[in-house]
T-cell receptor, first 114, second 114 residues
Framework: AQTVTQSQPEMSVQEAETVTLSCTYD???????LFWYKQPPSRQMILVIR??????QNATENRFSVNFQKAAKSFSLKISDSQLGDAAMYFC???????????FGKGTKLSVKP | GAVVSQHPSRVICKSGTSVKIECRSL??????MFWYRQFPKQSLMLMAT?????????EQGVEKDKFLINHASLTLSTLTVTSAHPEDSSFYIC??????????FGPGTRLTVT
């Protein structure tokens, strides 16, 4: 079975600084997708970034980028120029296609200090 | 982007009663919808996969007679919590779509059973 592990329950970053959230996963599938979702206090899940496993190039979305290490099964999220609005729970998620649903890690609570 | 709504956003019910939560895809058709449950400060756990026109597939440990799912149309899935008890109090989130580019989340429903 696929698993997703986030080893950092909480992280803190100073406004305008950079922070990296860690995620590792386990799978025997060769074709899969990885995601980072943001869940603010409103509880609405917001897609931050998506990475296709078949792509070697790391995905980037404005201030958000990932470091995808397929062999190491590692998928970290880097947030540059952190803003107060980035404060939220961040979930790493795996999609393998055989079921169609997402498998989530336990989440990392990110605080941004002004 | 695609919009998924949930109704109600909050509900309080008495122990022993049943409550229905609706999940609607507003501007697209969804043959597959997923129901997740999220306890405070925890991750999203898949409860069941809802397929239009067929029986839902429940995850191990989820009582199908307690959490009734009906996906009667391509835009509506309902989750009915029958004979609710305080331990059923949680945040319930649905998502519509079944592909890696089609994971659209509803805003969630907070259920409190007194």
């Amino acid at each position: 079975a696929q698993t997703v592990t986030q080893s950092q329950p909480e992280m803190s970053v100073q406004e305008a600084e950079t922070v990296t959230l860690s995620c590792t996963y386990d799978t025997s599938e060769s074709d899969y997708y990885l995601f980072w979702y943001k869940q603010p206090p409103s509880r609405q899940m917001i897609l931050v970034i998506r990475q296709e496993a078949y792509k070697q190039q790391n995905a980037t979305e404005n201030r958000f980028s990932v470091n995808f290490q397929k062999a190491a099964k590692s998928f970290s999220l880097k947030i540059s120029d952190s803003q107060l609005g980035d404060a939220a729970m961040y979930f790493c998620a795996y999609y393998g296609g055989s079921q169609g649903n997402l498998i989530f890690g336990k989440g990392t609570k990110l605080s941004v200090k002004p | 982007g695609a919009v998924v709504s949930q109704h109600p956003s909050r509900v309080i019910c008495k122990s022993g009663t049943s409550v229905k939560i609706e999940c609607r895809s507003l501007d697209f058709q969804a043959t597959t919808m997923f129901w997740y449950r999220q306890f405070p400060k925890q991750s999203l756990m898949l409860m069941a996969t809802s397929n239009e026109g067929s029986k839902a597939t429940y995850e191990q440990g989820v009582e199908k007679d307690k959490f009734l799912i009906n996906h009667a149309s391509l835009t509506l899935s309902t989750l009915t919590v029958t004979s609710a008890h305080p331990e059923d109090s949680s945040f319930y989130i649905c998502s519509a779509g079944g592909g890696p580019y089609e994971q659209y989340f509803g805003p969630g429903t907070r259920l409190t059973v007194t």
